[in-house]
């Protein structure tokens, strides 16, 4: 008889359409409605990306419907069927949504994963939280991935995104020691380091692990898609950073959003629209690493840390 296992697959979330953003974004808010201004900014931020919300939100259906099939092929000797569920922070289905769909199911052992490589308390704990008081609820025994930042095959296939970018800039008669390859994630509240939070640290290994695979030296850590709150957040911000390598007289810069695996908001506007215009009025020429979206290399790194933590679920035969 077959196992089965589920797998919570949770993300950050998407509107479905402009008509869902003020939901959204009333959500993230915790309740609190956005006011005239701050709705429209967002809306027009999701209308400049070409196609709009969709594409957005059909990146994440397709990373779960490829993690689903990765982890059911190639494993013969493994007697244990994987069924995903989507879990969305901030948009349906919610994370308590997809754990009360496992349960339904009659699924018993599970595993939670987030589509994020590093680790804070202020990120994926939060969506571990959550997921674990609704399966706790609900009769389901959930084990959690909670980092995967330096697994091997996330390093090659990084390094090989950044490898690719710098042959380009060669094509075009730049050496790749004039490259700055700058290595970004989104911004949290400068509070988590005084918490001894392992996110900077997670990442600043994973940057430093490519650098050295890809061969680059000139290279640097800087933050980017900051909230905006009274409190500090983490810096110096990718725009401050792109105008400090601007007035240093550096003309050519690789963008390498290592905290993000899909393109979102905060790669196709913050990084394709906002800093690539910036870039263009200080005479930059700026590129950006495609992103990993449904890549099957990066659905083996998935497959492979979802697979090592369900070995350590009691899984009854049924």
Not at 48 to 70: C, Y
Not at 153 to 167: G, N
Not at 249 to 268: C, M, N, T
Request: charged content about 25%.
């Amino acid at each position: 008889m077959t196992a089965k296992i589920g797998v919570l697959v949770m993300s950050y979330g998407t509107p479905e359409s402009l008509e869902g953003v003020e939901a959204y974004y009333t959500h993230i808010r915790r309740g609190n409605a956005p006011s005239a201004e701050q709705l429209k900014e967002l809306k027009d931020r999701y209308e400049a990306i070409v196609g709009g919300v969709f594409p957005l939100r059909e990146n994440t259906d397709r990373q779960v419907e490829a993690l689903q099939e990765a982890l059911n092929s190639g494993h013969s000797g493994e007697d244990v069927q994987y069924m995903c569920y989507q879990g969305l922070k901030h948009a349906h289905p919610f994370i308590e949504d997809g754990v009360e769909a496992m349960a339904r199911d009659g699924i018993t052992q599970a595993v939670g994963i987030v589509l994020a490589p590093h680790y804070s308390v202020m990120s994926v704990g939060t969506y571990i939280k959550r997921a674990r008081e609704k399966a706790e609820a609900s009769g389901v025994n959930m084990e959690f991935v909670e980092s995967y930042h330096l697994h091997p095959e996330l390093i090659d296939v990084l390094t090989r995104r950044v490898s690719a970018k710098l042959d380009l800039f060669e094509e075009t008669g730049a050496a790749r020691d004039e490259v700055r390859v700058l290595f970004s994630a989104h911004s949290l509240p400068e509070r988590i380091l005084a918490m001894g939070d392992p996110y900077r640290d997670q990442l600043l290994e994973t940057s430093k692990a490519i650098a050295e695979q890809a061969g680059v030296t000139s290279w640097q850590f800087t933050w980017q898609s900051a909230g905006r709150t009274a409190e500090p957040w983490l810096g110096p911000d990718i725009l401050d950073t792109l105008r400090e390598l601007g007035e240093a007289q550096v003309k050519y810069v690789l963008s390498a959003p290592i905290g993000f695996v899909s393109d979102h908001l905060e790669v196709l506007y913050d990084l394709d629209i906002e800093a690539q215009a910036l870039a263009s009025e200080l005479d930059l020429r700026l590129m950006r690493t495609d992103s990993l979206n449904s890549d099957p290399a990066y659905m083996s790194v998935l497959s492979d840390v979802v697979r090592t933590k369900a070995s350590q679920l009691k899984v009854s035969q049924s």
